[in-house]
């Protein structure tokens, strides 16, 4: 019987060394791979905190007080402005510090052509301006890019160099929106000055006289308006169409406009 409870003891005794050794196997085995399940469970490290895109809004807190500097409030819509100098900042080829903007959100008996000297932060000209004949009566609210069609495109442009034409001292507009304004040129969309574009005409028809749809400012102003802003400048024709910055190539991928 000695025998037998010795075996049945020694037996036990292998049974439980044999655990203990397990048990520190898989204990050994735990504390050399768990930090690598803990490094693969968790997002590769970049040196980086994650911290949300703050460039938009410091882009947006730098126009705002660019608009506040130069005493906009009230004279210019905030969001034409801001359209405007978003894109203005975009556009690599321009040569001159120099911002025009229309506003056609406006009617045409308002001033709703500004000029905007950007190294200055100083407001320049503001006018009446005209729109094309088909754009509309007392607003612009139809906007085209075709040839013939004689009404105003958005967007944005650059200005180039002058001539003498028949409506006398005239400033070349390249636009730079391919299927918006592109077809400028063609379509000679120039700016230019016109007696139908006068606020005498607006005072006695309740309305400004419209082009074929080039930007017409007052006769007294074209020549100092266009000596101001040709030769490379940026300009702007603003709307509030959403279908515009659903298209535009320079402004469509710009939150918050």
Same mark, same amino acid.
Request: net charge positive; aromatic share 12%.
């Given at each position: 019987?000695i025998?037998v409870?010795t075996e049945?003891?020694?037996?036990a005794?292998?049974i439980f060394?044999g655990?203990i050794f ?6 050994s085995?735990?504390?050399l791979?768990f ?8 997002k590769p490290?970049?040196?980086v905190?994650?911290k949300p ?6 882009e947006?807190?730098a126009c705002?007080?660019?608009?506040r @500097?130069?005493? *906009?409030? !009230?004279?210019?819509s905030?969001?034409a402005? #801001?359209?405007?100098?978003t894109g203005?900042h975009k ?8 911002l ?5 959100s406006?009617?045409?008996t308002e001033q709703?052509?500004?000029?905007f000297d950007m ?6 000209f503001s006018s009446?301006v005209?729109?094309?004949k088909?754009?509309?009566?007392k607003?612009?609210?139809s906007f ?14 650059l200005?180039e160099?002058?001539?003498?034409g028949?409506?006398g001292? @005239?400033?070349? *507009?390249n !636009? ?6 592109? #077809?400028?040129?063609?379509r ?12 005498s005409?607006?005072?006695r028809?309740?309305r400004?006289?419209?082009s074929?749809?080039c930007p017409a400012?007052?006769q007294k102003l074209?020549r ?5 802003i ?5 300009m702007?024709?603003?709307a509030g169409a ?15 406009l």
């Amino acid at each position: 019987m000695i025998g037998v409870w010795t075996e049945s003891a020694n037996f036990a005794a292998d049974i439980f060394s044999g655990r203990i050794f397990m048990l520190r196997v898989c204990l050994s085995f735990l504390f050399l791979f768990f930090p690598c399940f803990l490094f693969l469970g968790s997002k590769p490290a970049t040196g980086v905190p994650d911290k949300p895109d703050v460039a938009p809004a410091v882009e947006s807190a730098a126009c705002a007080e660019l608009y506040r @500097s130069m005493q *906009l409030e !009230g004279v210019v819509s905030w969001n034409a402005f #801001r359209q405007a100098v978003t894109g203005y900042h975009k556009i690599a080829g321009r040569k001159r510090d120099v911002l025009t903007l229309i506003d056609f959100s406006r009617p045409s008996t308002e001033q709703r052509l500004f000029v905007f000297d950007m190294g200055r932060r100083k407001l320049l000209f503001s006018s009446v301006v005209a729109h094309g004949k088909n754009s509309g009566d007392k607003y612009a609210t139809s906007f085209s890019n075709e040839y013939g069609s004689y009404k105003s495109s958005l967007g944005f442009y650059l200005t180039e160099t002058t001539y003498q034409g028949r409506n006398g001292y @005239s400033l070349i *507009l390249n !636009g730079l929106e391919k299927g918006i304004n592109d #077809r400028a040129r063609e379509r000679a969309i120039v700016m230019h000055g016109a007696a139908y574009a006068d606020p005498s005409v607006a005072s006695r028809g309740g309305r400004l006289g419209r082009s074929f749809g080039c930007p017409a400012v007052p006769q007294k102003l074209s020549r100092p308006i266009i000596d101001a802003i040709k030769g490379g400048s940026v300009m702007y024709i603003y709307a509030g169409a959403p279908d515009y910055l659903a298209h535009s190539s320079v402004l469509k991928k710009t939150t918050g406009l």
